[in-house]
């Protein structure tokens, strides 16, 4: 299956795959701090275990870290300078989808 990750195409040897098992495959790193937007929508993190990736589909695999008042997409891929905080990555995690509700 051809799909695009990140701005790059890639071939993965499986022939279907849901969004859950991307993210293992790919080896994300804490999954469960990925947003995950899939044909330029993000997706429900409910949604990955029942949502199929399919030929040609477009995936971007997102951090968002805070700073100041804006956030920055940041991809898995990119190599962050310094020690990374679990614990405050999933508080500001944890802010942004509590802002989301209505």
Sequence with gaps: MNIKINGQTENLNHPS????ELLHVK?????????????????????FS???????D?????YFMGGG????R???TQKIQ???NKAEIKNIWL???KKKKP
Excluded at 50 to 56: L, M, N, P, Q
């Design 17 to 20: 795959l849901t969004v859950s």
């Design 27 to 47: 080896n994300v790193e804490m999954p469960d701090m990925v947003s995950v937007e899939l044909n330029g929508s993000i997706l429900e993190r409910d949604a």
């Design 50 to 56: 029942s949502t199929a990736v399919k030929e040609g």
């Design 58 to 62: 477009e995936v971007e695999f997102l």
């Design 69 to 72: 008042t804006n956030y920055t």
């Design 74 to 76: 940041c991809y898995p």
């Design 82 to 84: 310094g020690e990374v």
């Design 95 to 97: 802010r942004i989808l």
